[in-house]
């Protein structure tokens, strides 16, 4: 048993180190557009156009009267159409309908999402960033943490404890979207049932409720993919109604459901009174059982609060504990700092299946949590622990081993700073050394030396044939393809070329012209370290339009940063 647990805890480490490397990297491309907005001065008219088009932040509106003609009037409903209708103001019936739609693995039409997003807008610009609730009118509140796009999870809550209500009220605690497959349904859902009960449902906004997380993390894709002809007019919808969301909910002026967390410098006056886009910390913010406030180096944003931070807010607001999400945890939740945060998990099998159950929340009047955890897939419910652990522990390796070529250049440079003599060997102690160099996942090396090294030769490991082994077992078929360092690169940079372009590719056609080529280049080429002159991006440009048609779509951009590196430019 001791062995199986040492051994669920290291793929849980190789999931979640890689998750935050993930997070920190989408952070640090973030802070690059907040530096191009405040320092780069644009050389003309059209690159100021063109930065303030890709760059700028949605406006928040309380106006009723919102901008109709571009989104649900324009949109007709054919007669053909077999899915599900609505009708507003919402009935609890639609939602019904909504429900059993989804099941069928039905879609709503673009008409409805567009009008029920324009209805969800108008409501939300009228709520404060911090909503306050009661228990006094009902006999308990549910609190879900996230779901990511899980809708299976969403379905098992429902039924296990009932469909939202006056006498069943919610609090979903953020992270709505991404990842999951069904982002979109889980967002219909629970926008329909906000609409039908606004007094008994209530959504915090978490760090997943961004345009520019979702064009990293899949929802942005999926709403293309789903809804081609109008997914664009449905993006730019939801970038506003995600930056109207509240920022927390308050029960019974005794407790905090927050998405991310706490700092130091937290306040509730304040927060209630900010402009609630530009809030990271409580996104963000993880506990940790050490004192203190710190920088979140993990994430790369928000911060880490200890004990001694929760028990400070507490006493100044006034508040008896906090629930949190923002983290998966194997068992759905967790309690630290004195049970004073409680964490809260609603995607079971976040990371792969059997990797996590998933968990909800609910407090009475007496303010006593009681926790309900499930397991959504059916099949993982039937595995023993040791077919789960195995079973998540070869997703996890998989996981891993990619991350090891993604930076097969580097290692082998670090390998080979250990190798003095250049005897290609080198030591265990040495070779776990370098991967942390390189990689940067605070991973136990030495632990997981039995999954990933299988020869060892006087106790040495001959690192080239290592790293062969690692590309031939997981990418035989492509190992020629991507024999380069510099489709090594593009391959460890794709997921923020992918978050580039699709920044640039504002109405999600899949094309970018030449000039939107041009002025990218230039802002976007420090970032990628890469020292290009205007005259050679506009031949790039050129040559790498292979069909010249004006255009270039996401194969041509990814082949800009391979001829880029070549010694004619």
């Not at 001791?2 to 802070?31: K, P, V």
């Not at 571009?70 to 639609?94: A, I, K, N, Q």
């Not at 029960?251 to 998405?259: F, G, P, T």
């Not at 270039?552 to 082949?559: A, H, P, R, V």
């Amino acid at each position: 048993m001791a062995r199986l647990e040492m051994r669920r805890r290291c793929t849980w480490r190789i999931f979640q180190s890689i998750e935050y490397a993930g997070e920190q990297d989408h952070l640090r491309l973030n802070r690059f557009f907040d530096y191009l907005m405040t320092y780069f001065t644009p050389s003309s008219s059209k690159e100021r156009d063109f930065l303030n088009r890709i760059l700028s932040e949605p406006e928040m509106t309380k106006d009723p009267k919102l901008e109709k003609s571009s989104t649900y009037e324009s949109v007709v409903v054919p007669d053909s159409y077999m899915g599900p209708r609505l009708s507003f103001p919402l009935l609890p019936d639609h939602a019904t309908v909504l429900l059993e739609a989804f099941k069928q693995e039905q879609h709503l039409h673009a008409h409805y999402v567009l009008r029920l997003l324009h209805e969800t807008q108008k409501y939300l610009t009228q709520l404060p960033n911090i909503t306050s609730i009661s228990t006094c009118c009902s006999k308990e509140i549910t609190v879900c943490g996230d779901l990511h796009g899980q809708l299976n999870d969403l379905f098992l809550i429902f039924y296990k404890n009932g469909l939202p209500s006056p006498q069943k009220p919610y609090v979903f605690n953020g992270d709505f979207v991404d990842r999951g497959k069904w982002s979109i349904e889980v967002l219909i859902i629970l926008f329909a049932f906000l609409l039908i009960y606004p007094k008994e449902v209530h959504l915090n906004r978490g760090n997943h409720e961004d345009y520019m997380i979702n064009l990293r993390y899949g929802f942005t894709k999926e709403v293309i993919r789903k809804y081609k002809e109008h997914g664009d007019k449905i993006l730019k919808v939801l970038q506003t109604v995600f930056s109207c969301l509240p920022l927390a909910t308050l029960i019974d002026q005794k407790v905090l459901i927050v998405h991310g967390g706490i700092s130091n410098t937290t306040d509730l006056d304040r927060l209630a009174r900010i402009d609630r886009r530009k809030v990271i910390d409580i996104l963000w913010s993880d506990p940790i059982p050490q004192n203190g406030c710190q920088m979140n180096q993990e994430r790369g944003g928000g911060c880490y609060f200890g004990p001694d931070v929760t028990k400070e807010i507490l006493q100044k607001h006034g508040l008896q504990f906090i629930i949190r999400s923002h983290e998966c945890k194997p068992d759905g939740y967790e309690v630290c700092h004195d049970r004073k945060v409680i964490t809260v998990f609603s995607a079971s099998n976040y990371y792969t299946e059997g990797s996590n159950r998933g968990a909800y929340l609910k407090l009475g009047p007496d303010l006593n949590p009681h926790i309900i955890q499930y397991q959504a897939n059916k099949a993982a419910r039937k595995l023993t622990m040791t077919q789960r652990i195995s079973l998540v522990e070869e997703s996890a390796y998989l996981v891993l081993k990619e991350k090891v070529f993604a930076h097969r250049s580097q290692l082998i440079a670090a390998f080979k700073g250990f190798d003095k003599t250049n005897t290609g060997m080198i030591t265990l102690d040495d070779w776990a050394k370098a991967l942390e160099s390189v990689l940067q996942l605070g991973l136990p090396w030495r632990m997981l030396r039995a999954q990933l090294v299988s020869h060892l030769i006087s106790r040495k490991l001959d690192y080239k044939l290592w790293l062969k082994q690692i590309v031939t077992e997981q990418w035989s078929s492509t190992e020629e393809r991507l024999q380069s360092s510099l489709l090594e690169n593009i391959y460890r940079n794709l997921s923020n070329l992918e978050t580039v372009f699709s920044i640039i590719d504002s109405d999600h056609s899949g094309l970018i012209s030449h000039e939107e080529f041009h002025h990218t280049f230039r802002l976007f080429s420090s970032h990628m370290n890469i020292d290009i002159s205007d005259e050679n991006i506009e031949d790039l440009a050129c040559s790498i339009d292979f069909n010249k048609d004006g255009n270039i779509d996401f194969n041509e951009f990814l082949e800009a940063f391979r001829l880029v590196r070549k010694p004619s430019l």
